[in-house]
Each structure stands twice: as structure tokens, then as C-alpha cells.
């Protein structure tokens, strides 16, 4: 049924886009992405992820979001960050190391299962450096005509692989292999 594999422990850029090419709106609002996405509607994406790399602006627009579990499930969440914040979350491990050190400790923390790049900064410093093997875009059918777009203008050219499309619903699932 699923191509997603589940004892490689690959590095999954993971995400939602709408159809013109933004990853969060306006004023970097996300709220609109779980109009159509919910963690069911692609189960064997949650079941294959072990942890999470998520940049610290990701986060704090998740804290700030009602919908915040349905944002982050998926194992353990490491934020990656200069700061830690003053008060610490329970949930989460805050990592101020470098980016190849961060990638390992939550790679090794996801237990041979997949782990999942969130936040645009993150993903594209972990493009820019050959640490990712996959890239997994759910394309949702809303045109935004602004906000913060997929990639930044600064990230190089990066050949991709397409393996996999499916549908869900109003929900499409594009998936690429980096090519390194």
C-alpha cells in the first residue's frame, strides 16, 4: 500500500504547500493547512517517523496555533535554535549545537525511522549541506498569493528524483529522492 520505509531512518524534508508555491501565509500562518491535513489522512507518514528537527520560528508558530498537536506528531521534537527559550517545554529538546551535529542527535533519537525537517530555514540550510535524502510535499488545493515561500531565492539548484504521488481526498502527496 505504502512505499514509505520504515527502518531506514532517511532525513524527510517534509511539507505542506499550497498550490502557488507557499509553505505558510501571510504573517507566517499556518492555520490554514489543517483545513485539509490531519495526521489521518496519511497515516503511513506519522507510523514511519521517529523525530523531528524543527526550526525555532516553526515552533513558535505551532505554540501559537490551537491545532498544535496535529502539527507536531510524529516521535520525538528537537528544536533547533540559538536561543532556548526562558521557560523550557517538556515536550521538546532544544538543540543549540551546529546543524550536522542537531540532524544526528535527533536522527539517532528516531530509532531507525524516518526523521522529518520542518521549517523553511532548517530545511533549506539541511538542503544547501546534502542532508537530506527525501523531499515529501503535500500540495492543498488554496492559492495564498503571499507569505513564506518553499525555498529561499538563496537556496542553489537541487536535482530531485520524483518516486511517488498519491491522492487523499483534496490532499496530493508528491514525494522526491535528493539526488546527491
Known amino acids: 500500500m ?3 520505509s520504515t527502518g531506514t531512518g532517511k532525513v524527510v524534508v517534509n511539507r505542506a504547500m499550497s498550490l502557488d ?3 505558510a501565509g501571510p504573517g507566517h500562518a499556518m492555520d490554514w493547512i489543517f483545513e485539509y491535513l490531519t495526521a489521518d489522512v496519511f497515516p503511513e507518514v506519522m507510523a514511519a517517523t521517529g523525530a523531528m528537527l524543527i526550526g525555532r520560528g516553526t515552533y513558535e508558530v505551532g505554540k501559537r496555533m490551537s491545532d498544535q498537536d496535529a502539527a507536531y506528531e510524529g516521535g520525538a521534537q528537537f528544536v533547533l535554535t540559538h536561543e532556548p527559550p526562558d521557560e523550557p517545554d517538556p515536550a521538546v529538546t532544544f538543540l543549540t549545537c551546529g546543524l550536522e551535529e542537531a540532524v544526528a542527535t535527533a536522527r539517532s533519537a528516531a530509532g531507525g525511522k ?7 530555514d532548517v530545511a533549506a540550510q539541511c538542503l544547501q549541506r546534502g542532508l537530506v535524502d527525501e523531499i515529501l510535499v ?4 488554496v492559492l495564498l498569493g503571499d507569505g513564506v515561500r518553499f525555498s ?4 542553489d539548484r537541487i536535482d530531485l528524483e520524483p518516486f511517488s504521488n498519491t491522492q487523499s481526498g483534496a490532499v496530493t502527496m508528491l ?3 535528493v539526488r546527491k
Request: charged share 15%; no cysteine; net charge neutral.
Open 21 to 23: 508555491g507557499f509553505i
Open 152 to 155: 529561499p531565492p538563496s537556496l
Open 175 to 177: 514525494r522526491f529522492r
Open 2 to 4: 505504502s512505499d514509505v
Open 138 to 141: 503535500y500540495v492543498l488545493p
Open 114 to 120: 524516518n526523521l522529518e525537517i520542518l521549517g523553511a
